[in-house]
């Protein structure tokens, strides 16, 4: 945009680089040129400001596709003006001497006229394509259409424009439908994901087997090892017990030995005091004999005097003299009974002795 500035009634005009000027005093052009300054009266001059750097007109637009679906376009188009003087003529350029603004909306006007060319362009391949081919392959086709449309387009040249590149930045479907084509993909992808989580799911599967079954011959072996190392100790306590029993044999045999020496000793020793201690009894037993001898062999020289002093004695003093010695004998006598068998010829004898004691004394008369 230019910089105007006021001078008492004279106004300085002062332009940009990228601004192409057209002076006009009294309806008649007296300066052209880019980035120019000048000092004008107000009122009589006017002035046409024509941009002449690259400029973007961003479009978008809505078409249907050959299967009668809506597709929303979207890019951008970049332009410069090539013959300032001719575009001017045939749009509106001019600027407010005191303000230095456009009058009118030029550059919109100028960006009207391209985005419908472009849609106009765009439309034509739209409405013959299906929409997945458009959206597949619209970006590229569309840009190119719509650039070699705008270059050979003749109202574009005789405004003196040039068209320096054409961007499509965006092709889409109406959300219902880019959710309807999305959904294919979406359970295609959904369906890899769930392949890859099963998959995912099967490997760790196969790994927690694989560690299981590695557990389990660990496991295994360690009861193969532990059951090697009971073995061995099984194999060392037996030998422990034959080595401890081969001692205590050793030894058992040893104190045998030695009992039997000390009993075989012993028994010498027992055999000697029983030999001397049985000559001792048979020198005791000689002598007692003979004195037992002697003994009885006086008392039996005494029995035999008392039996010869007693043959002649009647059986009744015997029987008499028994009795009496009997009572010496006991100190009590509770009960004494006697048999028929001793007192009956008892009773005879003594009748018998009575009766001849009374004839030999009346005999004796």
Known sequence: MAEIRRFGFARHFR???????????????????????????????????????????SFLFHGRSGDFQDVAVQGVITYRVTDPAKLAGRVD???????????????DRI??????LAQQLAQEYIVKTPVRVVLAEGYEVIRERV???????????????AVMSVRVSSIK????????????????????????SFARRALAVEKERAIQENELANRIELARREEQLIEQEGKNNRRKAEELAASE???????????????????????????AEAHQVRVAGAAQAESLGLVEKARADGLAAQMA???????????????????????????????????TPLLARLLRAESARAEAGSTGK
């Open 249 to 275: 044999r050793v030894g058992a045999e040893a104190t045998a030995a030695r009992d039997a020496i000390m009993a075989a000793a012993a028994a010498s020793r027992i055999k000697v005091q029983a030999e």
């Open 309 to 343: 002093a007693y043959r002649g004695v009647p059986p009744a003093t015997l029987y008499g003299l028994a009795m009496q010695e009997l009572g010496k004998k006991l100190e009590r006598i509770e009960n004494f009974s006697l048999a028929p068998e001793v007192l």
């Open 147 to 161: 650039a070699a449309g705008l270059a050979a387009d003749v109202s574009i040249v005789e405004l003196g424009l």
């Open 15 to 57: 332009a940009e680089p990228t601004s192409y000027v057209l002076r006009y005093r009294r309806g008649r052009l007296v300066q052209s040129g880019p980035a120019l300054s000048f000092f004008f009266m107000p009122m009589a001059a006017g002035i046409a400001e024509v941009p002449v750097e690259d400029r973007e007109v």
């Open 111 to 116: 960006a009207l006229i391209l985005t419908q």
């Open 173 to 196: 479907p109406t959300p219902d439908l880019e959710k309807a084509l999305e959904a294919p993909t979406r359970e295609a992808i959904q369906q890899q994901a769930d392949e890859a």
């Open 93 to 107: 350029f001019a600027i407010d001497i005191l303000r230095g603004a456009f009058l009118r909306q030029p550059l």
